[in-house]
């Protein structure tokens, strides 16, 4: 395993271990989760980068578009839970609880 693809896997499994162990604000789970595809975003740009085709160029753009989508709707539902929930932790936001 070269050293560049095992800083990559290694990003990318402490942003899920992250997700998985300490979710206990909202806002820690979408900084987990951006993480994650921030690490995708940047293994996928150098996998193109090392292929040297013009196809493959698109793919971390478009990646990077749903990225910074995901964001942008991740902070409206914190911003939008906050309001009405007063708080942001996860544990308040479980609709299925009486």
Known sequence: MTPIL???SSAFTLGLT????HRVHLLSALLCLEG?????????STWSLGM???SSSALPLF???ISAC????????????ARTHGTDRLQS???LQW
């Open 63 to 65: 990646l990077l578009a």
């Open 6 to 8: 095992f800083a990559f």
């Open 36 to 44: 994650m595809m921030l690490s995708l975003y940047i293994a996928l």
């Open 52 to 54: 040297g085709s013009a």
């Open 18 to 21: 992250g997700l998985v162990f």
């Open 93 to 95: 936001l479980n609709l």
């Open 70 to 81: 995901e964001a942008g709707a991740g902070l409206a539902i914190l911003v939008a839970t």
